[in-house]
């Protein structure tokens, strides 16, 4: 059964930093581009940033200059460094392949950031 897992979240100041976690089964990885995903609340979920299997990565202009998203292959796990947070980054963090299949979406872990 395919399963993404994301941890990492928590609370956090503005001006902060957080990094996020997704173990994904390998029969996932190793075949697909990767994405973060968030959904504020009472908003649509947006992507984040997305990074293919050669490392080739995207970012939302948004997160531009202080998110990174990573990958690492031995272990089946793409990683978000979440640095100079903004309250408004306050959201569920989601991670998917890329483009986002609905059947691969988890449970997510919730990041805040307070002003």
């Known amino acids: 059964q395919v399963q993404l897992v994301e941890s990492g979240g928590g609370l956090v100041q503005a001006g902060g930093s957080l990094r996020l976690s997704c173990a994904a089964s390998?029969?996932?990885?190793?075949?697909?581009?990767m994405g973060w995903y968030r959904q504020g609340l009472g908003k649509q979920r947006e992507l984040v940033a997305h990074?293919?299997?050669?490392?080739?990565?995207n970012y939302a202009d948004s997160v531009k200059g202080r998110f990174t998203i990573s990958r690492d292959n031995a272990k089946n796990t793409v990683y978000l460094q979440m640095n100079i947070l903004k309250p408004e980054d306050t959201a569920v963090y989601y991670c998917?392949?890329?483009?986002?299949?609905?059947?691969?979406w988890g449970q997510g872990t919730q990041v805040t950031v307070s002003s």
């Open positions: 998917n392949v890329f483009p986002a299949w609905d059947v691969y």
């Open positions: 390998r029969s996932i990885f190793r075949v697909n581009a």
């Open positions: 990074i293919t299997n050669g490392g080739s990565t």
